[in-house]
């Protein structure tokens, strides 16, 4: 359309004019800087300031510490830089003189090094390792809360440090993400972020171990309080998996490896029957043998209700030009649902000739599910007056309730080596993980008239479904890191993977004459799918005057082969061959702030039930087929990102661009039975784009204000073939979160959220918000705290949606039961650290899930 080739026009402008406005500040800083260099103001930088900071008690590197060059004479400062994410800082372009640099970090005092000395003949000083304590208030022997910033900003990712989130004590990781900049929830616990569903979402750099299972339920197994951080990398490198067109979202666990033993032990209960505990313990018995562990199970209610309104207009085929026939829809329903979940998690590193370790690690996670529907449809024939009982054509009942059960294991063998050569590294992965799934459901349909007399010529129906699966994976992979000078490197590595699933779906029907269940093999499933992936990556990474440069490039080859038995000609095989850049740059300025710009191509692959050509009943009215034929979607992602660091303030504006070709979507039509049938397709494209602005502010020693504005703009262009699905839609939403601190023993959370209407494909999503408070009292000489929530304070929290197509339009709204009181304990046993060793995740961490409902 011709509209739409304007806009890419227009959008090719604006990213060469924002290219043009990064590179600007590097021409301007060629001139000489107004407050001179080192001596005289006039004298050329030659010479460059090293050094790496590390926490003095845990030995971990602080990430994204401000660190600014003074004049030793004058106090006049000269420039500056910002660590990196293994604490290293480089300052270059220093001026002959003498000087000292300041270190500062929020919750750690300024520190001040002397002595650094820059001349022709020595022109570059290492100041080794500098070690800085924190200034968290110490109540006998325990670090209480250390005031961390919310969120730190890395090359590639934002890290936010949710040990402090008290609105979601007692909760889940599901919680905890309502709470992230750029990251909203639905309903149905199904994680965006900017706008998009798709994308991964990891633990601990590392898929689930219940293969197979929906990131929600990933998330619902996970208590709150085991989280450390969470970390969010919108444009990931090639030395990620290229899954996910949002990205990636990695939940960093809490773990210490301190000598001795050390725990933590978590216990929480909150109203409608929801309780959790969880234990995390290490033990290292001598210095080269490291043991750690956790276990979790969480058990809860859920209830909730919901209606729908749906016209609906018919045609006669055989006569067309007659008016069409009207028939209005009602339906009312009412759900529960109950979860119980147990994990364990068992380990050890074991290093040997002082630069070898192996880590072999083996997780077993048990997943199970019940869920009870009730719903009443009501078919009338006319809506005046509104649902009288005399236009009612007929009621129908429908009861049905399932049981969902999972477990799985996932091991795990790691080999690392450490060189003599500083960031030189070696590693190696093996992994495999399985897991089982088991689901039996039983539907009950009644049919009734408007006085609700049953119909005799509508029966009784009961069905009944079994549903079984089997996944593995298996991945070999290796990455290597070898630096060529003191400021660039080169990073390499390959991956390989074998992933499958075998689901089987076997539907019964009651037979009334024959008085018993018999199969119905028109409406039994049996589909086998199995994937391969090979794939290798290159990194070169340099550091050039105030710039930090990453380019990188992957490339990868796919086999997809399906399998759908209970068809004749149901099986398929795709082979794809795809290739990734990518690429960061980051520029440093004075007076600690930076801007950075940065690209990747990623990869949103089909899902299983989008492949599966078997038509699924998820009820009766709403059928779900799909598509074998439909193939990747490809997005290119630009984004412009400034970071500004005042004393008590911190700024992070940024903005985005994707580009996304072969754009999977979901495709509803409706027949003149009034069932509306489900399908994927590749549409043609769509372009996203947006705003951030994240900032916090501390406005007194005990009141911090944390908040974040995210705008969203989506154009979907389904080319000729598809001009139904072309939309212009946008979407804003907004979160303020006040953090209060009285004393050193007790402190209060107050958040809020408000998500605007979002227009989608073929309906509207009306407003959100809600409002949280959690509170904390340390107790036990601080080694305990006390915590009390209380979820959706107003109980405002509810989804409404308007949906249309060709021949219906509907009105849907749904209400769960949000508003919930927790109450917490938390015990740390020899100093458990309230925050996890702050070391970088390992870059072969960060894998897509291993979720085959992400086929």
């Not at 929801?274 to 809860?300: E, H, T």
């Not at 087929?625 to 992602?637: D, R």
């Not at 039509?669 to 947006?690: F, L, P, S």
Request: with cysteine; hydrophobic share 30%; aromatic share 14%.
């Amino acid at each position: 359309m011709k509209w739409i080739k304007k806009l890419r026009v227009k959008h090719v402008f604006i990213i060469i004019y924002i290219a043009f406005c990064f590179v600007m500040p590097e021409l301007s800083a060629e001139q000489p800087p107004a407050r001179g260099g080192a001596e005289g103001g006039s004298a050329p930088g030659i010479g460059t300031v090293m050094g790496e900071l590390i926490d003095e008690q845990t030995e971990q590197p602080l990430m994204y510490a401000s660190v600014v060059l003074y004049r030793e004479k004058d106090s006049v400062m000269v420039s500056g830089a910002i660590s990196d994410e293994d604490g290293r800082f480089i300052v270059d372009n220093v001026p002959p003189g003498q000087y000292y640099i300041q270190v500062r970090f929020v919750g750690y005092p300024a520190y001040k090094y002397n002595g650094i000395r820059i001349t022709p003949g020595e022109p570059v000083y290492d100041t080794g390792l500098i070690k800085i304590s924190p200034t968290a208030e110490y109540l006998s022997e325990v670090v209480v809360e250390s005031t961390r910033e919310m969120m730190e900003i890395g090359l590639d990712r934002r890290v936010i440090n949710v040990g402090q989130e008290l609105t979601a004590a007692g909760g889940t990781a599901l919680d905890l993400m309502q709470n992230i900049p750029s990251v909203s929830v639905d309903f149905d616990g199904n994680v965006s972020l900017r706008g998009s569903q798709n994308v991964t979402i990891l633990v601990d750099g590392r898929p689930s171990a219940l293969t197979g299972l929906d990131d929600d339920a990933v998330l619902e197994q996970i208590p709150s309080e085991m989280i450390d951080r969470i970390e969010v990398i919108t444009n990931p490198s090639v030395r990620y998996d290229p899954d996910g067109t949002a990205g990636i979202i990695n939940i960093v666990t809490k773990k210490e490896e301190r000598p001795g033993y050390n725990g933590m032990i978590n216990l929480s209960a909150g109203t409608n029957n929801r309780y959790s505990g969880s234990l995390n313990f290490n033990y290292r018995p001598v210095d080269n043998i490291n043991l750690f562990g956790n276990a979790s199970g969480r058990f809860f209610n859920m209830e909730g209700w919901g209606k729908s309104e749906r016209t609906s207009w018919f045609t006669n085929p055989e006569n067309p030009n007659e008016e069409p026939i009207t028939s209005y829809h009602y339906q009312d329903m009412d759900f529960e649902r109950s979860m119980n979940t147990y994990n364990i998690r068992l380990g050890i590193d074991y290093t040997f000739r002082d630069k070898n370790t192996i880590t072999f690690s083996t997780r077993y996670s048990n997943w199970e599910r019940n869920a009870d529907d009730y719903q009443d449809y009501t078919f009338f024939n006319s809506r005046l007056p509104r649902y009288s009982n005399e236009y009612i054509n007929y009621i129908e009942d429908i009861t049905s309730g399932n049981i969902m059960m999972r477990d799985g294991f996932d091991h795990s063998l790691r080999y690392q080596r450490d060189f003599d050569e500083k960031y030189r590294d070696l590693t190696f992965d093996i992994r495999y993980s399985d897991s089982d799934f088991d689901r039996q459901e039983v539907l009950e349909r009644m049919f009734y008239d408007h006085d609700y007399n049953v119909l005799n010529d509508l029966q009784e129906l009961l069905e009944e479904t079994y549903n079984e699966g089997d996944y593995y994976n298996f991945r070999v992979e290796g990455d290597y890191i070898h630096p060529l000078t003191e400021k660039s490197k080169f990073e390499a590595g390959f991956q390989t993977i074998f992933r499958g699933s075998d689901n089987k779906l076997d539907f019964y029907e009651f037979d009334h004459d024959y008085g018993g269940f018999l199969i119905d093999s028109g409406r039994t499933d049996h589909f086998i799918m199995d994937e391969q992936r090979y794939s290798a990556y290159g990194i070169y990474s340099t550091a050039l005057g105030n710039y930090n440069i990453q380019t990188g490039l992957r490339l990868e080859h796919a086999v997809l082969e399906g399998d759908q038995v209970v068809i004749e000609d149901g099986d398929f095989r795709n082979t794809y061959f795809s290739f990734f850049p990518s690429a960061h740059i980051r520029r440093s300025f004075e007076n600690n702030q930076n801007a950075q710009i940065s690209y990747s191509k990623r990869i949103s692959r089909p899902r299983r039930w989008a492949l599966n050509p078997f038509t699924r009943y998820s009820d009766p009215y709403n059928l779900r087929t799909g598509n074998p034929e439909i193939l990747p979607e490809y997005i290119h992602s630009l984004e412009l990102s400034y970071t500004k660091y005042w004393e008590n303030t911190t700024l992070n504006p940024s903005i985005f661009y994707r580009y996304t070709d072969q754009m999977i979507s979901r495709y509803r039509t409706m027949d003149e039975q009034g069932i509306t049938t489900t399908t994927w397709e590749n549409i043609g494209h769509a372009v996203n784009y947006g705003a951030e602005m994240i900032a916090s502010q501390t406005i007194t020693d005990w009141w911090r204000l944390n908040g974040n504005f995210s705008y969203f703009h989506r154009i979907v262009d389904g080319g000729t073939v598809h001009d139904e699905f072309t939309t212009d839609s946008y979407s804003w939403t907004a979160r303020l979160t006040n953090n209060l601190r009285f004393g050193n023993r007790f402190s209060v959370q107050v958040s809020g959220y408000y998500r605007s209407p979002v227009v989608m494909l073929q309906g509207k999503l009306q407003e959100m918000y809600s409002a949280d408070m959690g509170m904390r009292y340390n107790v036990f000489d601080n080694k305990g705290s006390i915590t009390l929530r209380i979820s959706d304070i107003f109980n405002t929290q509810k989804f409404n949606m308007y949906m249309m197509g060709d021949n219906f339009e509907m009105n849907r709204e749904r209400k769960r039961r949000s508003r919930m009181i927790f109450i917490g304990f938390t015990y740390r046993i020899h100093d458990f650290t309230r925050d996890r060793d702050r070391e970088r995740p390992d870059r072969d961490e960060l894998e897509p899930i291993d979720d085959f409902d992400e086929f």
